[in-house]
């Protein structure tokens, strides 16, 4: 689920290389002197270094869900009774 | 001895008259620009990390005559405040005290002093510039290449006011540690070298 969430926002974001981005710049060009100048607004944009941490820490808890699983009981096993009973 | 007077009288009005004639057709062009056009953009390439940024407080005034673009003097300032990444992290770094330390330095100064190899075709003229930049206190002699756009007539597109306009571009490459930000410290993610690309355009009202 995290790992998900982290790889849709990274989509969303452009699949953006860098490092996150609280603004994003992009260039203009102004018509009378030619002049190329930026120009920057307010845009949150997921970077590889986050999208990495969700794939960490939801890789991280697959781990822990694989290592601390419950044993399954014998008594739920396919043909466990019948064995008991032979005995 | 009359006439010796008309002479001395001649000469004081030569020499008060002299500096405007001789600055007559000098234009002084103001870089302030609330618009936020004039800008200039940095780029840093280690080999872990590239960095690009944009700062757009610029101000500054220029003295240009076209018949004599030799003769070009100036100032162009640049606010340090203006400074700009889009990240956040990367940003509060560069402004504090181990890099850009803004608040003790609030600005970035270049002075032009002298223009050498002049070229000039129409408009537009190119040339070595010979002057002082001033980063984070440090004051170190440059010679950098500029290409000056001479736009007669043209501010009134711009800012509905009858005047000229001069726009001037530059690139250039400083040291960091020439200039003592961070100087000999993290260069595999902040290179030593700094590219420049001063783009900014000067008005002058009628």
């Known amino acids: 689920m995290i790992g998900c969430s982290g790889l849709i926002l990274w989509l969303v974001g452009g699949l953006h290389m860098g490092w996150s981005k609280s603004t994003e710049t992009r260039t203009e060009i102004d018509e009378v002197t030619g002049l190329e100048y930026p120009v920057t607004e307010n845009k949150y944009v997921l ?30 096993q396919p043909g466990a009774e019948t064995s008991s009973t032979q005995l | 001895m009359k006439r010796l007077h008309k002479i001395k009288l001649a000469w004081a009005l030569a020499l008060a008259v002299a500096p405007g004639v001789l600055n007559a057709d000098t234009i002084k062009f103001d870089f302030k620009d609330p618009k936020k056009v004039n800008n200039v953009v940095f780029l840093l390439d280690a080999p872990l990390e590239s960095i690009n940024g944009t700062a757009t407080g610029v101000s500054g005034t220029v003295a240009f005559d076209p018949a004599r673009p030799t003769a070009t003097t100036g100032k162009i300032v640049l606010a340090t405040s203006s400074l700009h990444v889009d990240n956040p992290v990367m940003k509060e770094h560069m402004i504090d005290e181990e890099w850009m330390h803004v608040s003790k330095f609030p600005t970035i100064e270049f002075v032009v002093e002298k223009m050498n190899k002049v070229k000039t075709s129409g408009t ?25 756009t001479y736009l007669k007539g043209q501010l009134i597109k711009r800012n509905r006011v009858p005047g000229d306009l001069l726009v001037l571009r530059s690139d250039f490459k400083i040291k960091r540690s020439d200039y ?23 008005a002058a009202p009628h």
């Not at chain 1, 990495?52 to 399954?72: C, H, I, Y």
């Not at chain 2, 002082?132 to 440059?142: C, F, M, Q, S």
Request: hydrophobic share 45%; net charge positive.
């Open chain 1, 47 to 76: 970077g590889v270094e986050l999208f990495g941490a969700t794939l960490a820490v939801s890789g991280g808890l697959l781990g822990l869900s694989l290592a601390f699983r419950n044993p399954a009981r014998l008594d739920k």
């Open chain 2, 124 to 148: 537009t003229t190119t040339a070595m510039i010979a002057g002082k930049l001033t980063v984070k206190g440090v004051t170190k002699k440059v010679n950098v290449p500029v290409r000056l």
């Open chain 2, 180 to 202: 003592g930000i961070n100087a000999g410290k993290k260069e595999e993610k902040v290179s030593d070298e700094i590219e420049l690309k001063l783009r900014v355009a000067g």
